[in-house]
């Protein structure tokens, strides 16, 4: 039986195979049935339209737990893409503050 390094509820950075780095939540963990590793599901939001999207069978080399500045500005992208019903970059680049703050930390948000 495998062991979980990560929790529901986790906010982590995901580094998929082409280098592009996404923050989000853990929203389950399962095992891989052949190589009886670890696997989880994270939610984010795209970056591109701003929905909520599910990475499914993660590995969990893939995945390191966010720092404290940046659990503030996923949960900054979430409630402002949740408040306004749009893609959350575009509202961040009416309010220089945050997009300073985010471009500061390197997000997903900027990152394509």
Known sequence: MARYKFNKGDKVKVTQ?????????????????CTFKPEYFVDYNSPIDGHEQTL??????AIELCTTDEIVAVSMEVNIARA??????HIIDQHP??????????TSAYRQ
């Open 17 to 33: 195979r082409n280098g592009r780095v996404l923050t989000g939540v853990v929203s389950g963990a399962d095992t891989n049935l």
């Open 97 to 106: 503050a945050y997009k300073g703050y985010l471009e500061s930390l390197g």
């Open 56 to 61: 499914m069978c993660v590995p969990e080399e």
């Open 84 to 89: 306004y019903g749009k893609p959350y970059r």
